[in-house]
């Protein structure tokens, strides 16, 4: 073994997570913001991320432009969102939790089998639309990489935004914080969670078209970014927007350098020890403050 | 304008509600008394939807709205306080007063004039308009509970026990704000324990026991009907 | 139970085991190994009702069990020559043990959601360990190995054939049912059933919870290894796909449809889900998954108590 990992290296390994991990707190967002007004735990999620990455393919090869295929897939995803809540989860409003895990699980398996049927058993890539690099200690550092980082942070902060001004935003926060009053007040309760619903799954399709670049779209990407988006919603505290930001950009560092030393595959299991320890030592949440 | 008729409703298993059936016409106000646990709040749940009746009718305005999802109610003209508040204590008391505030067809110089009139009434409102509702003190946030709903515009608020919890000259602002919403031909259905306050009210009485209404009076008369007031409150 | 409903019972039962019994001796040869999968998977679904239909746990973990089983018993086969049937269940259940035990401590205090999303992270935990440790567990490839003779050592000692195969594993499984069966209904199964229904109240009533649930894993994994180590010795083979948390999801689904909580309705739920997928896949070939999928999503929104559930109400009415 050598004696030592690179700077470079692991100057490199960093920038990599915190891309990646504004890739997974695009889809964490989205999980989070659907439980914490809902109480559901999407199973379903990371396939929707799954879809998006092949609609938004399938809209590049026809149109050639990437920023078409991002919005095309974000909007399609968006309505199957809406028909998924409207037709399987709003009549298991108020049932116990884990009705809704099962419900959204078989949604899973469905939407897999739809994506095998609808563009077959091979993976697809998509071409980065801004090509180029810059130098970045000593490497060449695609400038691709950036620009969705920074494009995964555009797209959080408007929703931050979004919530935090203008009067859907407070619709939903009302929702979140006590369904039965925001009822009370004439808020279309029902309505509003079709909507969280359907923008957390577009959230979740952007996530795939911008990941696509750089890991290529998969069938089997779905279960990958749904236990990860799990994890990083657990680690950041359920509903808490902030924490899952935070929790994924460390359990995206945490796996990006222990890359350096073990293979990709089974990097992910530092993940799982983040996920173990969280829930032994701060089951509330790694990036919470403690509650009084 | 609104009236009961025979409602019965259950949580679960438990029959709560045994027929109760009661009348509050345009710009009224109500009083519904009786021991704790009888079915107060539950009639007030029934009518503002957030339980639903298995039998009987709730009408309003001529129309029954009896097993209505609760949303649909407001936009009718009828206005929820519950009995712990449940103000949004991570809204700040403006956007508390935008749940309200924003609704279809109220134009901007409406709005206006709302807060102020709001403000006006209950200035240690507009001093805290941008502080988050759970800072508020158990008075501060009664008050905000009833600006919230005045917010509706509502022809009725069904207000549960708003004296409950709050320091005694607190109480005299509820009186006067039940005052002012009086002169604005609100209705009101109140659900209270204080007595002297209901009595002082309302232009009517209800009590209610084991689910049911067993007498109707106005204050005057109950005032002298003290084997009354023993029989159905205790005092 | 109704009086009286005791003796049809015993009738039901008698009548249900003399109908697998005979199955391989009528069924043509495709339906016979049918017959018998559909006993282990069986089995499997009945150890994760312990912890769903009984306790209220519901886990995603079962496929770590079940593939500790199965590779556990894979390890015996291959280690020991000549390959021998008990040392396999032998190898397999400690397997499936020490995995029980890794979830019984670490998941046991948790509740509802983050139990389950940890035994999910368990059970994928294992599968990446299975996955890369390629010199060890054949990775991707799994492990192929010769079946065991049927033998009791010193007495006799002869190939299966498909016939004493399948009774012998209907012998497992049935004891298997037995042995739940008394334990759901005696105290210690009474008191996993009011954690179920009131845990707050259980634990205030003075019961250790923890201990309950512990022991409740450890038995819900002792049965799902003994599947895997069945289905090992049925197949000759041990996969890594068997501990994709699909397996585990797929558990779940048989409990559902079936019916959780009672044991003999999480096997009728597997048996109904393979014949299922058995039918469907005659017609959508692969994407069989797809119409499922949606049958089990429907029953989870309108016939939440599965199908022994319905059946029970419509008997009752």
């Given amino acids: 073994m050598s004696v030592g990992i690179p700077l470079d290296q692991i100057a490199i390994q960093t920038v ?5 991990g504004m890739i997974l707190a695009l889809v964490a967002s989205g999980l989070t913001l659907i439980f914490g007004i809902m109480d559901v735990v999407n199973f379903a999620h990371g396939d929707l991320v799954m879809l998006g990455g092949f609609t938004g393919a399938s809209t590049l090869a026809l149109t050639g432009n990437f920023w078409l295929a991002l919005l095309v897939a ?50 697809r890539s998509l071409k980065e639309p801004i090509t180029g690099q810059f130098t970045l200690f000593y ?23 979004f919530l935090k001004y203008g009067r859907y935003g407070i619709w939903i926060r009302a929702t979140t914080q006590d369904r039965i009053m925001a009822q009370a007040m004439g808020i279309p309760v029902p309505i509003v969670h079709t909507v969280v619903f359907a923008i957390g799954a577009s959230m979740a399709a952007a996530s795939g078209v911008l990941f696509g670049p750089l890991g290529g779209v998969t069938q089997n990407m ?5 236990l990860r988006a799990f994890i990083v919603v657990v680690v950041g505290g359920m509903g808490n927007l902030g924490g899952s930001i935070m929790a994924s950009i460390f359990i995206s560092l945490l796996e990006a350098y222990a890359s350096l030393v073990v293979s990709p595959a089974q990097a992910v299991i530092v993940s799982f020890m983040a996920l173990i320890l969280t829930l032994l030592f701060r089951p509330t949440g790694l990036f919470v403050p403690t509650p009084k | 304008m609104l009236a009961l008729r025979d409602v019965h409703t259950y949580y679960g298993k438990s029959h709560i509600l045994h027929g109760v059936t009661i009348d509050v016409g345009p710009g009224e106000v109500v009083g519904l008394l009786g021991r704790n646990g009888v079915g107060k709040s539950t009639t007030l749940k029934t009518i503002c939807g957030l339980v639903r009746p298995a039998e009987g009718r709730v009408e309003f305005e001529g129309r029954n709205v009896a097993g209505w999802a609760p949303h649909k109610l407001p936009p009718l003209g009828i206005a929820y306080v519950p009995e712990d508040r449940r103000i949004f204590r991570l809204l700040t008391v403006l956007e508390n007063l935008r749940t309200g505030l924003d609704r279809r067809g109220v134009t901007e110089a409406r709005r206006q004039q709302l807060l102020e009139k709001v403000y006006h009434h209950f200035p240690v409102l507009r001093e805290r308009r941008n502080q988050a509702g759970g800072t508020l003190s158990g ?11 005045m917010m509706l515009e509502p022809k009725i608020i069904l207000l549960d026990e708003p004296t409950e919890g709050l320091m005694p000259r607190m109480v005299g602002q509820i009186r006067e704000i039940i005052r002012v919403l009086h002169e604005e031909r609100v209705a009101i259905l109140l659900v209270e324990q204080n007595l002297p306050l209901t009595l002082e009210v309302s232009s009517r009485v209800y009590l209610m026991e084991k689910g049911i209404v067993r007498h109707q009076a106005t204050p005057d008369e109950l005032r002298q009907q003290h084997d009354v007031i023993r029989q159905y409150l205790g005092v | 139970m109704t009086r009286g409903s005791s003796t049809g019972y015993w009738i039901g039962f008698t009548v249900v085991l003399a109908a697998l019994a005979a199955a391989p001796l009528v069924l043509p040869p495709f339906w016979q190994r049918f017959a018998t999968e559909i006993l282990v998977w069986g089995l499997l679904a009945m150890s994760s009702d312990i912890l769903i239909g009984y306790t209220g746990m519901v886990s995603f973990g079962h496929s770590a069990f079940f593939g500790l089983g199965m590779y556990g018993a894979a390890a015996a086969l291959l280690s020991v020559k000549p390959p021998n049937l008990w040392l396999a269940m032998l190898y397999g259940l400690v397997g499936a043990a020490i995995v029980a035990v890794f979830v019984a401590y670490f998941a046991t205090r948790l509740r509802d959601i983050y139990f389950s999303i940890t035994t999910l992270v368990f059970s994928q935990i294992f599968y990446v360990i299975i996955f890369t440790w390629t010199e060890v567990t054949g990775g991707e490839n799994g492990l192929t190995f010769s079946q ?27 004891c298997s049912y037995l042995l739940l069966r008394r334990i759901t209904q005696s105290p210690f199964g009474r008191v996993l059933q009011a954690i179920r229904e009131n845990e707050p109240r259980t634990r205030a009533i003075g019961y250790h919870v923890e201990r309950y649930k512990m022991v409740a894993v450890m038995l819900s994994g ?43 309705g999480p096997v009728a739920g597997a048996a109904f889900f393979l014949l299922l997928r058995e039918g469907v896949s005659r017609f959508f070939t692969e994407y069989y998954l797809i119409p499922v999928g949606i049958i089990f999503t429907l029953m989870v929104i309108f016939v939440p108590q599965g199908l022994l559930g319905f059946l029970r109400r419509r008997l009752d009415q």
């Avoid at chain 1, 990599?16 to 990646?20: L, R, T």
């Avoid at chain 1, 490497?139 to 935004?161: D, F, K, M, S």
């Avoid at chain 1, 779905?222 to 749904?226: I, K, L, R, S, W």
């Avoid at chain 3, 010795?233 to 959780?260: W, Y």
């Fill in chain 3, 222 to 264: 002792l049965f799902a290894g003994a599947a895997g180590v069945l289905y090992a010795i049925q197949n000759k083979f041990a996969a890594p796909d068997f501990v994709f948390f699909l397996i585990s999801g797929e558990t779940v689904i048989f409990n559902v449809m079936g019916g959780a909580g009672t044991l003999v």
């Fill in chain 2, 139 to 149: 008075g501060e946030q009664q008050m905000l509970a009833i600006a919230r709903a």
């Fill in chain 1, 74 to 123: 974000a909007l399609t995803i968006a309505v199957l969102g809406a028909a998924l809540q409207a037709s399987t989860l709003r009549p298991l409003l108020g049932r116990d939790p884990l009705t809704t895990i099962l419900a959204t699980f078989g949604m899973s398996l469905v939407l897999q089998k739809y994506a095998i049927w609808q563009w077959g058993p091979s993976a």
């Fill in chain 1, 222 to 226: 779905g279960a990958d970014f749904t």
């Fill in chain 1, 16 to 20: 990599n997570g915190i891309v990646n």
């Fill in chain 3, 148 to 174: 065991p003779l049927l033998s009791i050592p010193g007495i006799f000692s002869t190939r299966f054939t498909i016939e004493t195969l399948h009774w012998f594993i209907l012998g497992v499984v049935t």
């Fill in chain 1, 139 to 161: 490497l060449q550092y695609p400038w691709y990489r950036v620009a969705t980082a920074v494009l995964a942070a555009a797209i959080i902060g408007g929703l931050y935004a």
